[in-house]
Structures are given as C-alpha cells and as structure tokens.
C-alpha cells in the first residue's frame, strides 16, 4: 500500500486549503483512513478519521467544525476539506491506514503512512 498525500501548501489565517490522499495497492475501500499533523517540535497528533464506508467520522476537538474528512472509494482518495485555518494548524500533514472497522486516534494503530504534505498558515 502506497499513500500521497498532497494539496498543502500557505495560505492566510482565515482561508481554506483541501488535501487529498491517493492510495494504491490493497482494496482501499477495507481501510480505515486518518489524518495526522505534526508541527515543529511536536508529537505528531490526530487530526480526524473515517471509516471505510465514509459513515463514520471523528475530528480532534481542534479542528472540530472547521475540517471535514471525506472518501471517494471509486477514486482510492481521502480529503480533508481545512476551512478557518489559524496559525496553530501550521504542520505536515499525513494521511494513513488501518485495516478495522473504527477509527482511532493514535498512530500506532495505523499500518501505512503517506510522505505527509506542508501546510503553512500565515497570521
């Protein structure tokens, strides 16, 4: 299984970035996928997830309200739709898999990561 992550890149406080995460290999639609931050110094910390029919999502308490995760199983793709961005969402961004039914929030309970893309937010 093989992840790319993309779509990062700076944008100003306030403004909306959408991340995209292609998967190949495996059946994607088995997989439950997360995404994942770690800025600068820090942990690297859940973001949100999604189950693999897409009926299921759960958000860190950070992001709650501003980010929605959704799955396009046809495509093999993620999102993570970023809206009200602040500067405290300056990170790299990964997306990764589980083989299971729920999603959970840490990264050892995920099997494949992606490279990860950079997001820059700028006060």
């Known amino acids: 299984v093989q992840l790319q992550a993309s779509g990062g890149g700076l944008v100003q406080t306030g403004g909306s970035l959408k991340l995209s995460c292609a998967a190949s290999?495996?059946?994607?639609?088995?997989?439950?996928m997360g995404w994942f931050r770690q800025a600068p110094g820090k942990e690297r910390e859940f973001v949100g997830g999604?189950?693999?029919?897409?009926?299921?999502?759960s958000y860190a308490d950070p992001v709650k309200g501003r980010f929605t995760i959704s799955r396009d199983n046809a495509k093999n793709t993620v999102y993570l739709r970023m809206n009200s961005l602040k500067p405290e969402d300056t990170a790299v961004y990964y997306c990764?898999?589980?083989?299971?039914?729920?999603?959970?929030?840490?990264?050892?309970?995920?099997?494949?990561w992606g490279r990860g893309t950079l997001v820059t937010v700028s006060s």
């Open positions: 999604i189950t693999w029919s897409g009926g299921s999502t």
């Open positions: 290999g495996g059946t994607f639609s088995n997989y439950v």
């Open positions: 990764a898999e589980r083989y299971g039914w729920a999603v959970v929030t840490t990264p050892g309970g995920y099997e494949y």
